[in-house]
């Protein structure tokens, strides 16, 4: 072994050697010549392959052979094929190609977009990328538009989908033409209430896709802290690439405009879309699809709701399975949170507001990993007919909704359930737990008072967001409302729960000052019971949250703990602090583990 190593070593230290003078020019051609004899030809070397596109990279783009090389190379990446002709380039596909009319200094004159049994159209998109060298923005375009054309099947039956998907994008388009209902000003945006979204019709070089969900971003930001990352959140807008893709179980498809002309509207003023049986159509084996960008993870009950919707079957085998604050970790756009720390246990999540303020945000494992609080990342969409859209995207809006709000408690300062020492240095602290599918509870110890707080968060759809607050006396019946509207406009679990606490610390009076004597035994109690939390570093976090637990087979939102008894004037009962209670609220000795072992679940307390 020894021997065989100190000879592969002799062997690069002579291609090393050998190659040290070679220039790139002369490197990238040596890269090409091997690649074009492989010794199987079905099978491309992957190294080989990956030197190619690394030497891409560097090399400067100064003339018509590298600027050829290059969309060779980006050709072949998306499954293309790649023709010359003189100073033209043509990247092919079965159902579209691409022209690339080139200068001799590398540059590009012209970029022209040809559908199948169509004449070829300038494309201003791909011109202007080409122009300005961005070739990775320009490959991303390309992917997108060979996913569009990328139609399955022998050349009669593609002409037949593409046929069908063209009548599905003109239907999509006059129904995006019509005024949508207006539901809120502030939000009166077709994005978030057109009834098929803001629809990107379908063009020679653009597929059609449609943009059906952006966050809000008044008053998003917490604070200055998480600036960056909330920018990143703020330019996200969720859309859908409508294709046609195979299906293992034939499909009717319209073969016509399921729209008539001149179109008939129903009592809300949209077109009446005509059932396939009553118009053109065909079984074929395939259907349509919604193609997710990004990805949404979805509770299992909006999944069903979504074959519901449709009638088609999403395959379970490709579907994975795990609690939805796992997966809104794991799609998350900042890199340090760790999905892995939520794998049966609590994840516990530290955020910072105005005023130097830092929330902390436990979401226990055990509540969200009940199977009806269990979740999916679904990327694609199948259906069959235009009327499925609608219904589609409103349902895709509601779940946006609730992994908005989710979202917001999940800051990317994450830690384990074992680290009270870095938890500890928040402000307050707040249990966020599954109602059920639509709606979450978050309870926190009131200011000033021993007592719980529990605030529950009901989504009844992606427009209707409703705060309902027990435990808390308030006297004043417009706070549940103003809540409601707050949470509304920033989306923002932890703002909504600062305007709340600075109101109860308003409302709520100070404890009376205690004799000397009283005080100084409060504080070597209060001490005694910090270094038994501090000693507990295991069980810190879990003492709340197993058994605070609501009934497990209570899961829907009339059957809730927080609904059964709704009489706002039945408030928290108070806690006896006798022996003292820790100033820690989650380590045991804490207010809320000292409650649970007097009083049981949660439930009890509404």
């Known amino acids: 072994m020894k021997a065989n190593a100190l000879v592969m070593k002799s062997i690069i230290s002579d291609l090393h050697l050998k190659f040290a003078e070679k220039t790139w020019k002369e490197t990238f051609q040596l890269v090409r010549r091997c690649m074009d ?62 022209e690339v009319v080139l200068l001799l200094c590398g540059g590009v004159e012209e970029v022209k977009v040809a559908p199948h049994g169509g004449s070829p159209v300038p494309s201003e998109s791909f011109f202007q990328l080409l122009r300005l060298k961005q070739f990775t923005e320009f490959a991303l375009k390309l992917a997108d538009l060979f996913t569009q054309y990328n139609i399955p099947g022998d050349n009669d039956q593609k002409l037949k989908l593409f046929a069908s998907l063209q009548f599905l994008g003109k239907d999509l388009e006059q129904i995006s033409l019509l005024p949508c209902v207006p539901i809120d000003s502030a939000q009166g945006d077709m994005i978030n209430n057109g009834r098929v979204g803001c629809l990107i019709a379908g063009k020679a070089d653009c597929p059609l896709s449609i943009q059906f969900y952006s ?23 969720q859309a859908a690439m409508v294709t046609v893709d195979v299906s293992d179980v034939p499909h009717k ?63 379970d085998v490709d579907l994975q399975w795990a609690a939805l604050p796992k997966l809104l970790m794991s799609s998350s756009p900042s890199a340090k949170i760790h999905m892995e720390t939520f794998d049966g246990q609590d994840a516990i999540f530290t955020t910072p507001l105005p005023g130097s303020v830092m929330h902390s945000y436990i979401l ?8 009806a609080h269990r979740g999916t990342v679904v990327d694609s969409i199948p259906f069959t007919h235009p009327a499925h859209v609608p219904a589609l995207l409103e349902l895709l809006r509601h779940q946006c909704v609730i992994n908005t709000l989710l ?38 110890q009131g200011p000033h008072t021993d007592s719980l707080v529990v605030l529950l968060v009901n ?4 427009h209707q967001i409703t705060c309902t607050l027990f435990g808390a006396e308030i006297g004043d019946p417009s706070m549940d409302e103003n809540l409601s509207a707050i949470m509304k406009k920033s989306m923002s ?26 005080t100084t035994e409060a504080e070597n109690d209060q001490s005694a019971s910090t270094t038994t939390a501090a000693s ?65 679940h949660l439930s009890e307390l509404i």
């Open 215 to 237: 966050t809000p971003t008044d008053g998003m930001k917490t604070s200055d802290l998480q600036e960056e990352e909330m920018t990143d959140r703020e330019m996200v807008v």
């Open 253 to 315: 498809l319209q073969t016509a405009s399921v729209i008539q002309q001149p179109p008939q509207l129903d009592p809300q003023g949209y077109p009446v879309l005509l059932p396939l049986s009553e118009m053109p159509s065909e079984m074929l084996p395939a259907c349509f699809h919604l193609k997710l960008q990004p990805a949404i993870p979805m509770m299992c009950s909006f999944v069903n709701k979504l074959r519901q919707i449709t009638g088609v079957v999403m395959p």
């Open 493 to 518: 679990i932890p703002l909504a729960l600062r305007t709340l606490y600075l109101k109860l610390e308003e409302i709520t009076p100070a404890p009376l000052s205690a004799s000397p004597e009283a």
């Open 459 to 462: 989504v009844s759809d992606s």
């Open 364 to 371: 226990p494992g055990a509540a969200w990993e009940v199977p």
């Open 407 to 444: 979202r917001s408690c999940m800051t990317s300062q994450c830690t384990g359930t074992g680290n009270t020492k870095f938890v500890s240095v928040c402000d307050q602290h707040f249990e966020v737990r599954p109602e059920s599918d639509i709606s979450c509870s978050v309870t926190f």
């Open 536 to 600: 507990d570093t295991n069980g810190a976090f879990t003492t709340f949250s197993q058994n605070a637990a609501l009934p497990e087979d209570d899961f829907s939102l009339s059957g809730s703990a927080c609904y059964a008894n709704s009489d706002k004037s039945e408030l928290l009962p108070e806690i006896n602090t006798s022996p003292a209670v820790s100033p820690y609220p989650f380590a045991p000795g804490g207010v809320f583990s000292h409650w649970m072992t007097n009083n049981g």
């Open 37 to 98: 004899k492989p010794k199987d030809s079905s099978r491309p070397c992957v190294p080989l392959l990956r030197s190619l596109e690394r030497l891409q990279e560097v090399v400067n783009v100064s003339s018509l052979n590298t600027m050829r090389s290059r969309l060779e190379m980006i050709a072949k990446q998306q499954g293309m094929g790649f023709h010359i002709t003189e100073a033209t380039c043509y990247l092919t596909a079965d159902m579209f190609y691409l």
